[in-house]
Structures are given as structure tokens and as C-alpha cells.
């Protein structure tokens, strides 16, 4: 086989280091003929043992300009979010980095090449970085928006396959130059080892309210103890349920989703009561609350909000609840969903399923949108994946941006086991329905 005009004989069996190193240099120095080559038998898919960088890593970083260090943490970041980024988009660096010269297309089209050959788009490298973190970090513009929908076309097959197994015929078949969508091991997340491979996965993160770890589920979160203080509420583990920075984020979506006196209104988690005392606030002809933890409805009754002439409070699980309600035609203007330890499999079985049911002509429905908050790539992946689910379903989604305040500067997770927001900029939906 000949590389960069050299010819090299790829080794076989367990000591394929010399065909690591050839395939990371050729995707470093956006060779597209002799990365080509190397994929025939080797994967896209191998990383440096001592950077953990994949070829999609390598190609990324060699983007960087000489005068910058190309390494997490060279300038203020966390997970790929650039302090000082504009108005929470990417800003493109194109008179120091050159995105628009011979090179920058190279690049593009080494990286698309990867892609094209199963390259895993969520792979961390040693710094807890995925390709698309860099190319944030890097204000590769181009190349983000590149990773951004692979990681979109990634998990709308997840989704789709929804826990089924692909089956084998024991054959690789070649693509064509159709990119194959390779589908991570999701026994990987956010750093925390339980494979040989690193990755952060979507699909396995408690997405429609990211304030628990990774190992927390419904079942779980039910049976545990909740503290209350006045900033915030831990569970037993001390994962972050709700917290007290949310509130401005609570005031504009109830703003939005109740403008005026006398609406109907569905919420379902109380957790600190935010959103519900802004709702409250607009004096709703009824208001029920979808509540099912122990700990939370006690905090209900002791707050006083079985008292309100208004609130209709049900002690169950929302699975529970929403089918008597549709079948006893109970509907509403407004309604809000905000769950702790449920996955975005909950969220879009929620919207498919039972909003089409609750929500009268005209109304307006909303939600957390905590969809893979800990780093910006993967917010941006699953705003769009969400968007093209719900359009699906039957919404539109309007988008309003909110700042977020430096939750480190001000102390926020002191005490508090997961940060589970990292970036500027919340990205608040309001949907109705389509036409």
C-alpha cells in the first residue's frame, strides 16, 4: 500500500499501532488519496492512546492557527463553549484560521470522508472533548455545522431503532460513498468508563431534564429522598432536581405559554414550584399539577397549594394521569412538562402521544429544554433533532434565546453532584399545532 509516496504494509492481528498512526497523520494532514486508502482495511474509528484523539479529532485540531494552542483549556471553555461566543451562535474565525482557503476545504472534505466511513461523531478524547467540541472551541464554523448534523442523522436513527438490534449476515458491505451512520456504544457517558470506547451519547442521557447523573432513573429518583433548601432541591445523591437559577427561564415560559387571565393549564413536575407560582400569578381557571414523588407532594401540601381554589393535584406518574384525562375530555390552553430522570424517549412519547389529546385548539405547549446541556454541540444536535420530531408530530416550534448567568461564578453548583447546564444560552420552545 502506498502513502504520502511511501509504501507501507498495514499489520495484522492485535499490534495495528503503526496503522493508527497512519491513518491519524493522513486525517491530520487532510490527505484525502491516502486516507481513502487506509480505510479500505483500516476504521475511522481508532483513536491515539495517549490523546484519544479519532481521525475527525485529528483532522479538527490540525485546523488550528499556529499562534493557538489547539488543546482544551487554551482559552476559557467548558465542553467545547467558547467563552464570549456571539449571541450563543458560532463565531467563525475565518481571517485567522482561513476557512474559506484550499486547506479549510480539505478539511471539510477529510472530514466528511470520515463520516462517510462510520466515523462516530460523539467520540471524547482525553480532554472529555468530541470532534464537533473542538471545532466549537477552534470557531470552525463550517466544519461544526458539519458535525452538528451528523450528530442530528446519528440519533434520529437511534431513536427510530428504539432499543431494536440490528441483525448480522456476517458480511461488511461497501458503502458506495454513502455515509454510514455508526451507532455509538452507549455503555459510554460523558467521560465515565464502562467500554474500551469514549463517548458521549444522546441517546442514554436524561434529556428532557439533564439536573441527574447519568445513573439515575425514574424508578430510582421515586424511591429516594429529596432535600429542600431555598435555592434548590438535591435528591439523595445530591443531584440537582430543580434549582433556583431556573427562575427567570420559569417566569418567560410562563409568560408565553399563559398571557393572559383565565386559561386552563396542565404542568407536570412541581419541583420547587417555580412555573406553577407564575402560573398562579395569572389566576388560571383551573390548574392541575401532574406530580408523583412523595417528597415533592408533601412539600404541596405543606406550601399550601392544596388550599388554591384553582389546582387540581394528581399524585401519580404522568403515564398514569394523561389517558384519564384525555378520556374524561378534559382540556387545556396551556401546558408545560418539565420530568426528572425520564430520557427523550419519555419526552417524545409525551408530545406523540398524548399533548394531540390535552391541548385545545389554539393552545400553546412547552418544555424544559435541558436536551444535552452539558456541552454545546450536543444541545445544538438535539434542538434540531427535537424540532424535526415534533414537526413530525404535528408542531411548529418557535424559539426564543434567554442568557443564562455564569452559574460557576455565582456558586451555583456548590454541593451538587452533576453540573447539568454549561452553556450561555437557553434556547426556550413554545409549539402549537401546525396550520
Known amino acids: 500500500m502506498s502513502v504520502n509516496g511511501l509504501e507501507a504494509t498495514i499489520p495484522e492481528g492485535p499490534?495495528?499501532?503503526?496503522?493508527v498512526q497512519m491513518i491519524l497523520l493522513a486525517a491530520s494532514q487532510h490527505n484525502i488519496e491516502s486516507l481513502r486508502t487506509l480505510l479500505r482495511t483500516g476504521s475511522a474509528n481508532v483513536q491515539d492512546p495517549e490523546t484519544g484523539y479519532t481521525p475527525l479529532h485529528a483532522a479538527i485540531v490540525a485546523c488550528a492557527p499556529e499562534d493557538q494552542d489547539s488543546a482544551a483549556g487554551a482559552e476559557p471553555q467548558v465542553n467545547g463553549h467558547v467563552n464570549g461566543s456571539l449571541n450563543g451562535e458560532v463565531v467563525s474565525r475565518d481571517a485567522t484560521v482561513g476557512e474559506g482557503d484550499g486547506e479549510m476545504e480539505l478539511a471539510k472534505k477529510t472530514v466528511k470522508l470520515l463520516l462517510q466511513n462510520g466515523a462516530i461523531w460523539n467520540d471524547l478524547d482525553k480532554n472529555n472533548e468530541t470532534p464537533g467540541c473542538i471545532a466549537?472551541?477552534?470557531?470552525?464554523?463550517?466544519?461544526?455545522?458539519?458535525?452538528?448534523d451528523a450528530g442530528v442523522r446519528a440519533e434520529l436513527l437511534l431513536n427510530r431503532l428504539d432499543g431494536y438490534e440490528p441483525l448480522a449476515d456476517g458480511e461488511d458491505e461497501e458503502t458506495g460513498g454513502e455515509e454510514t451512520v455508526e451507532v455509538a456504544d452507549t455503555e459510554?457517558?460523558?467521560?465515565?468508563?464502562?467500554?474500551?470506547?469514549?463517548?458521549?451519547?444522546?441517546?442514554?442521557?436524561?434529556?428532557?431534564?439533564?439536573?441527574?447523573?447519568?445513573?439515575?432513573?425514574?424508578?430510582?429518583?421515586?424511591?429516594?429522598?429529596?432535600?429542600?433548601?431555598?435555592d434548590?432541591?438535591?435528591?439523595?445523591?445530591?443531584n440537582g432536581v430543580?434549582?433556583?437559577?431556573?427562575?427567570?427561564?420559569?417566569?418567560?415560559?410562563?409568560?408565553?405559554?399563559?398571557?393572559?387571565?383565565?386559561?386552563?393549564?396542565?404542568?407536570?413536575?412541581?419541583?420547587?414550584?417555580?412555573?406553577?407560582?407564575?402560573?398562579?400569578?395569572?389566576?388560571?381557571t383551573t390548574h392541575h399539577i401532574v406530580?408523583?414523588?412523595?417528597?415533592?407532594?408533601?412539600?404541596?401540601?405543606?406550601?399550601?397549594?392544596?388550599?388554591?381554589?384553582?389546582?387540581?393535584?394528581?399524585?401519580r406518574k404522568w403515564q398514569d394521569v394523561l389517558p384519564k384525562l384525555i378520556e374524561e375530555g378534559t382540556m387545556f390552553d396551556a401546558i408545560y412538562f418539565d420530568t426528572f430522570a425520564e430520557d427523550y424517549k419519555s419526552l417524545r412519547e409525551f408530545f406523540s402521544e398524548h399533548v394531540i389529546g390535552?391541548?385545545?385548539?389554539?393552545?400553546?405547549?412547552?418544555?424544559?429544554?435541558?436536551?444535552?446541556?452539558?456541552?454545546?454541540?450536543?444541545?445544538?444536535?438535539?434542538?434540531?433533532?427535537?424540532?424535526?420530531?415534533?414537526?413530525?408530530?404535528?408542531?411548529?416550534?418557535?424559539?426564543?434565546?434567554?442568557?443564562?448567568?455564569?452559574?460557576?461564578?455565582?456558586?451555583?453548583?456548590?454541593g451538587v453532584r452533576r453540573r447539568y447546564w454549561t452553556l450561555e444560552k437557553y434556547r426556550l420552545p413554545v409549539c402549537t399545532f401546525i396550520g
Open 15 to 19: 499490534d495495528h499501532d503503526i496503522e
Open 136 to 148: 466549537w472551541r477552534l470557531g470552525l464554523k463550517d466544519i461544526y455545522e458539519i458535525m452538528v
Open 188 to 230: 459510554k457517558v460523558n467521560g465515565e468508563d464502562q467500554s474500551d470506547t469514549q463517548h458521549v451519547g444522546l441517546e442514554t442521557l436524561p434529556t428532557e431534564e439533564p439536573r441527574t447523573a447519568p445513573d439515575v432513573n425514574s424508578a430510582d429518583y421515586l424511591r429516594s429522598d429529596l432535600t429542600y433548601t431555598d
Open 232 to 238: 434548590r432541591l438535591l435528591d439523595g445523591d445530591n
Open 242 to 284: 430543580m434549582m433556583a437559577w431556573e427562575t427567570s427561564i420559569m417566569k418567560r415560559t410562563a409568560e408565553l405559554l399563559v398571557p393572559q387571565e383565565g386559561l386552563r393549564v396542565l404542568n407536570i413536575g412541581h419541583g420547587l414550584g417555580i412555573i406553577d407560582t407564575f402560573i398562579q400569578s395569572k389566576s388560571p
Open 291 to 315: 406530580e408523583a414523588h412523595p417528597a415533592v407532594l408533601a412539600h404541596l401540601n405543606r406550601t399550601g397549594w392544596h388550599d388554591k381554589s384553582s389546582v387540581t393535584i394528581h399524585d
Open 358 to 414: 390535552l391541548l385545545d385548539e389554539g393552545g400553546k405547549w412547552g418544555f424544559f429544554n435541558g436536551l444535552g446541556a452539558d456541552r454545546q454541540v450536543c444541545y445544538d444536535v438535539y434542538t434540531k433533532v427535537v424540532e424535526m420530531d415534533l414537526f413530525e408530530a404535528g408542531f411548529d416550534t418557535e424559539w426564543e434565546v434567554l442568557d443564562v448567568p455564569d452559574l460557576d461564578k455565582g456558586g451555583e453548583w456548590k
